[in-house]
């Protein structure tokens, strides 16, 4: 009998696993950044928000991905804003990140417990490095926030003033390098204009544009080329981040030329020089990123299929941005050209790549097309809209992009509770998920199955 007692005891004390904790601590955040958007502080109108609403806001803030259902300038206060504000730098961090800060304030001493959980949040497997790693994540951060927002300044504040000029330019810079696209450019005629009044200012597209990708490539690259900064001493993660970003930058753009150089909505009532910027700042912001200089619904039809692929794609592991990530492409590009050669084990830049590793990419590009997909249909039988309307709003919430043809705004209620899930799966990531919730008590296989041969 004490023998059981024992061992029950200590099955009903088993901590969770870092993912577990991920998992949770995201959807807390998100719990509170709803009770105190709700507040009637937090509105304009000094009236409590719908709960839906503030749901919707406090995830897409939390999830990186700038969906609104209200317009961020037009509806919330200055409190309700840097609510707003906290909750995307929570989200492009991570909280584990921020917890981190107050303990090296205080010197207090950081738990393995700790490092696990912030391991699990930048997707490394062991700890080594981990609080060196995250001081370099804040130091950086900060720095490239406060240099964006100092660049921003000097156009929104002849502008808009002293003291809201440098809000916007905080709170753009802030939205940005966490590849948030939250922006206060909205009024009252237009609540969800974005950026498209700055189609052709070149210092706000280049600092935007800058942050962007800067957020989205990576803490642990920028960690590795600051301490290699030779391109073949890099790790071979670094090399396929850096390939992958510059082919999807450089086909976006050409893409985008390509479809939109000829249509009036979009770039063909620009001259030369802003159609060039345009495009360079579409393909950027479908990096997850949700700023737009551009209509996304007078974009032709080969644009918006271009822009799905890119939006699903996201930016890379490890960074603030969503998606599937580059790195999971191109392993699947890789390893569809090691089949189509004959070999079978998958390589890169010289080195092996673990099988485990691409059965990884093809389980995430699978779970995330057949997520978005689903909640496309869902969407397209809810709200009687077309399927590519609806397929973009999906991408766009799973991969925590931010861009919208205009569709979220007017949908109904269970549709937008399907974009809350998508969002907060997108940003959590599914194999997180998963094994939070499939592994909590795995064992070894106590046999194995005998092979046999299928085709293929």
């Known amino acids: 009998m004490p023998r059981t007692h024992i061992i029950l005891h200590q099955q009903t004390h088993r901590p969770m696993r870092p993912t577990s904790v991920m998992a949770i601590g995201f959807l807390l955040i998100i719990l509170i950044g709803t009770a105190l958007l709700m507040l009637p502080v937090s509105s304009r109108s000094g009236t409590p928000t719908m709960p839906l609403d503030a749901l919707f806001t406090a995830t897409s803030a939390t999830c990186v991905t700038g969906l609104i259902t209200v317009g ?17 730098q929570i989200g492009g961090l991570g909280f584990m990140t921020l917890a981190a800060l107050g303990s090296f304030v205080t010197r207090r001493r950081i738990t393995l417990r700790e490092r696990l959980v912030m391991s699990a949040g930048l997707n490394l497997t062991d700890t080594s490095g981990i609080v060196r790693l995250t001081q370099r994540i804040l130091v950086g951060t900060f720095t490239c926030e406060s240099v964006g927002a100092a660049l921003l300044c000097l156009r929104f504040v002849p502008r808009f003033g002293l003291r809201r000029g440098l809000k916007m330019g905080v709170f753009h810079a802030v939205s940005a390098f966490c590849n948030a696209g939250f922006d206060l450019m909205g009024v009252a005629d237009d609540p969800f204009c974005s950026l498209v009044g700055y189609v052709d200012d070149p210092l706000v597209s280049l600092t935007i544009m ?209 974009l809350i899930v998508l969002m907060y799966l997108g940003r959590v990531g599914v194999l997180t998920l998963g094994v939070a919730v499939f592994m909590r008590h795995r064992e070894p296989p106590k046999m194995q199955y005998p092979v046999a041969e299928i085709f293929i």
């Open 210 to 418: 800058t942050l962007i990708v800067a957020g989205g490539l990576g803490f642990i690259v920028w960690s590795d080329i600051w301490d290699k900064r030779c391109f073949r001493r890099l790790r071979l993660h670094t090399k396929l981040v850096l390939a992958a970003t510059g082919a999807l930058l450089a086909l976006g753009f050409v893409m985008t030329l390509l479809f939109e150089w000829s249509n009036p909505a979009t770039l063909g009532a620009l001259p030369v020089g802003d159609k060039l910027l345009a495009a360079a700042f579409q393909t950027v912001t479908l990096r997850t990123a949700g700023f737009n200089t551009v209509d996304q619904a007078a974009l032709s039809g080969p644009s918006q299929a271009i822009a799905c692929v890119l939006m699903l794609i996201g930016g890379s592991p490890g960074s603030t941005a969503g998606g599937i990530k580059t790195v999971t492409a191109a392993v699947l590009l890789l390893s569809a050209s090691s089949a189509l050669r004959g070999q079978v084990e998958v390589d890169a830049f010289g080195r092996r790549i673990a099988p485990r590793t691409v059965m990884n990419a093809v389980t995430m590009i699978t779970v995330g097309v057949v997520i978005s997909m689903s909640g496309a249909c869902a969407i397209a039988f809810l709200e009687g809209v077309s399927f590519h309307q609806s397929l973009f709003e999906a991408i766009s919430a799973f991969g925590t992009v931010g861009l919208t043809m205009g569709l979220t705004p007017s949908l109904g209620a269970a549709s937008h509770i399907i």
């Open 72 to 88: 961020t300038a037009t509806h919330w206060s200055n409190f309700g804003q840097a609510v707003i504000l906290v909750l995307i």
